[in-house]
């Protein structure tokens, strides 16, 4: 332990030659926190905000290309997917129901088959293969492998499908990131206890956690243990729209819950269910595996609505609210002051036993980045919608001013084109966590839902190419200005089950026949693989098109930097 800016520890780092080594990290300790003046808490070198004034900027620069070669030496470049998403095989080989097969709230179509993952595996590989990513994100299903939790055996089954889609991957040369959890789990667990609600569930996360290291954890370097804690919490327990489909007045209109306590009760139960995951991998299996543990938090940029400072204010509480409610404990031990001073003693407190186990847990930040918003300030104005409750921090978000829109709409409501917002996102992470390593986990388009649109008009999906142009561009600005981030993943590899969106919403980089199931790419598959292997692209492809990055930011180049993970 060392006095003054920060706690040392050590920890495994993995070094450009391959070799791992024991290094010093220092995290950032809280000081000097001013509740009544909501001025900045000062972090060693980092800050948390809250409060204060930011600088907002917008850029408009000239349309220019992207190159891998403006990313540093060693950046891993993927596609990312989930479990339930794709597998199908609801019930076969011994996996239970999980907590989507069993719900009907608010859906539209099923997983049932989904894109028929667990038989079309190695397909899916060499697709990913012919791409160029050298990385490739995917999910274990709970249910697959622990069909009854701790209440009953592993299922081998479902440890051999995991084992060939890893040993696969090693094969082709792609790296594998394993998320242990990504929103679906036995429905036993809910039936039993209430799932995320009970903190039985942390302990069901971990037995499932020390599954995934036994048996996957000699040839997997990089776990997620949780995805989108926050997300997740939000929309099962604030908007009740994922199952358990828990909420209440103004949020929504669920037979049970409460948006105002319980999102905070789960997220707290996931926190230290991730804790304690990490926690054990460090102790039993790290030394001998060499692997890193992180955590994917769902990641907005939040802009004010107006010039005005209580609307920058609010900017800043939407960031502590969302982004740092998810990463705050995991870095410094204790959720956003922030979030202390609105929620008081409603927000769970962690034990001090607790606080020293969660403090320093993740060895890298993943970040799911689509889009940014308006924040509104609701502590001195009404507000819609919730905007006026603790739970949203006292803001109301949107994604127009005046009627005009932030960015281009896409297929989900809140979802706009806003590229600047991926540098500006990845800049809060990087001064508010000591610039810890960060991966992006998730990024990607869907375009806007339209009727009796034809298959040959899906494939010539131009607008997807522009969004990862300018997302990458901005992304590749952030890391010029010295960002420490080292991973992107293209949201997604395939057109698959969008969750209560069904298969209406397509962010795939390939699209899916449902009738047959054929795998067909899209023109931004032929952009990525262009883009990963440096070759050029057939500009003469695309016509009548519209920039986005025109609106936004691109960069004019970049020096290869090298990395340390």
Known sequence: MEDGDGVASARMALLDNGSLEMVKVVYCMVSDINLEGLDTVKTGSCRRFFGGRRLWRRRIVENEDIKKSQFPDGFLFGTATSAYQIEGAYLEDGKSLNNWDVSIIFKVDDADIADDHYHRYLEDIEIMHSLGVNAYRFSISWARVLPRGRFGEVNPNGVLFYNNIIDNLLLKGIVP?????????????????????????????????????????????????????????????????????????????????????????????????????????????????????????????????????????????????????????????????????????????????????????????????????????????????????????????????????????????????????????????????????????????????????????????????????????????????????????????MDNYEWVRGYSLKFGLHYIDRQTLKRIPKLSATWFQNFLTNSSFNNEQVVNTSSFTGKNVLISGLEDKKTEI
């Open 177 to 493: 990131f394993v998320t242990i959890h990504h929103h679906d789990f036995p429905q036993e667990l809910e039936d039993r206890y209430g799932s995320w609600l009970s903190p039985l569930m942390q302990e069901d996360f971990v037995h499932l956690a020390k599954t995934c290291f036994k048996s996957f954890g000699d040839r997997v370097k990089y776990w997620t243990t949780i995805n989108e804690p926050n997300l997740f919490s939000e929309m099962a327990y604030i908007m009740g729209k994922y199952p358990p489909a828990r909420c209440s007045a103004p949020f929504g209109n669920c037979s049970v819950g409460n948006s105002d306590s319980e999102p905070l009760i789960a997220m707290h139960n996931m926190l230290l269910g991730h804790a304690k995951a990490t926690k054990l991998y460090r102790e039993q299996f790290q030394a001998k595996q060499g692997g890193f543990m992180g955590m994917v938090a769902s990641a907005f940029m939040y802009e004010p609505l107006t010039d005005n400072e209580l609307d920058r204010e609010a900017a800043n509480r939407a960031l502590a609210f969302h982004v740092a409610w998810n990463l705050d404990p995991l870095v410094f031990g204790d959720y956003p002051p922030e979030m202390r001073h609105y929620h008081g003693s409603e927000l769970p407190r962690f034990t001090p036993e607790e606080a020293k186990y969660i403090k320093g847990s993740i060895d890298f930040i993943g970040i799911n980045h689509y889009s940014t918003l308006y924040a509104k300030d609701c502590i001195h104005s009404s507000c819609i919608e919730g905007g006026d409750r603790a739970i949203r921090g006292f803001a109301y978000l949107t994604g127009e001013r005046d009627g005009v829109p932030i960015g281009e709409p896409t297929g989900i409501p809140r979802f706009f084109v806003v590229p600047r917002g991926m540098e500006e996102i990845v800049e809060y992470v990087k001064k508010r966590y000591c610039n810890m390593p960060m991966y992006v986990t998730e990024n990607g388009y869907a375009p806007p839902k339209q009727e009796a649109v034809q298959v040959q008009d899906q494939l010539h999906d131009v607008k997807r190419i522009e969004f990862h142009k300018a997302y990458l561009a901005s992304l590749a600005r952030a890391i010029r200005n010295g960002a420490n981030v080292r991973r992107y993943f293209a949201w997604t590899l």
